[in-house]
């Protein structure tokens, strides 16, 4: 689940889906290159985070093949979801991504700080500033 809090006046962007992931609103993505050429979004694992999802469709190409795109926020934004790692969290705690969920749980020292915590889990929903 992937509900935005603050009205932002740009939308997300639309990228084409890595074809081997399965994608639910409020997952973290990172963008990678497929052996073809093709930039694509797959679940982020903390390296190079670049927005949250909220919302996929499959879309016909003119070469009749189908197509997953996925709506990508990736802006300055606060939100709500309940794509996160069963944790410990406290207001202002980092976060970072685990396969593609959100947690507080730093796994690599490289691993990019992309959001805080604005309030604690709440009826199993995270309040979430993206930085």
């Given at each position: 689940?992937?509900?935005?809090?603050?009205?932002?006046?740009?939308?997300?962007?639309?990228?084409?889906?890595?074809?081997?992931?399965?994608?639910?609103?409020?997952?973290?993505?990172?963008?990678?290159?497929?052996?073809?050429?093709?930039?694509?979004?797959?679940?982020?694992?903390?390296?190079?985070?670049?927005?949250?999802?909220?919302?996929?469709?499959i879309k016909k190409t003119k070469?009749?093949?189908?197509?997953?795109?996925?709506?990508?926020?990736?802006?300055?934004?606060?939100?709500?979801?309940?794509?996160?790692?069963?944790?410990?969290?406290?207001?202002?705690?980092?976060?970072?991504?685990?396969n593609g969920v959100l947690t507080?749980?730093?796994?690599?020292?490289?691993?990019?700080?992309?959001?805080?915590?604005?309030?604690?889990?709440?009826?199993?929903?995270?309040?979430?500033?993206?930085?």
């Amino acid at each position: 689940m992937f509900k935005l809090i603050n009205p932002v006046d740009v939308t997300p962007m639309r990228v084409l889906a890595a074809p081997w992931t399965i994608f639910c609103p409020g997952q973290v993505v990172q963008l990678t290159e497929t052996d073809d050429g093709n930039l694509v979004c797959e679940l982020s694992n903390g390296g190079n985070p670049i927005g949250i999802v909220s919302d996929f469709k499959i879309k016909k190409t003119k070469s009749l093949n189908f197509t997953k795109m996925v709506s990508v926020w990736h802006q300055r934004m606060m939100f709500v979801t309940d794509e996160f790692a069963e944790n410990r969290y406290r207001e202002e705690d980092p976060l970072f991504a685990k396969n593609g969920v959100l947690t507080n749980q730093r796994e690599k020292e490289d691993d990019i700080a992309i959001g805080r915590v604005i309030e604690p889990p709440e009826n199993s929903y995270l309040t979430v500033l993206w930085l």
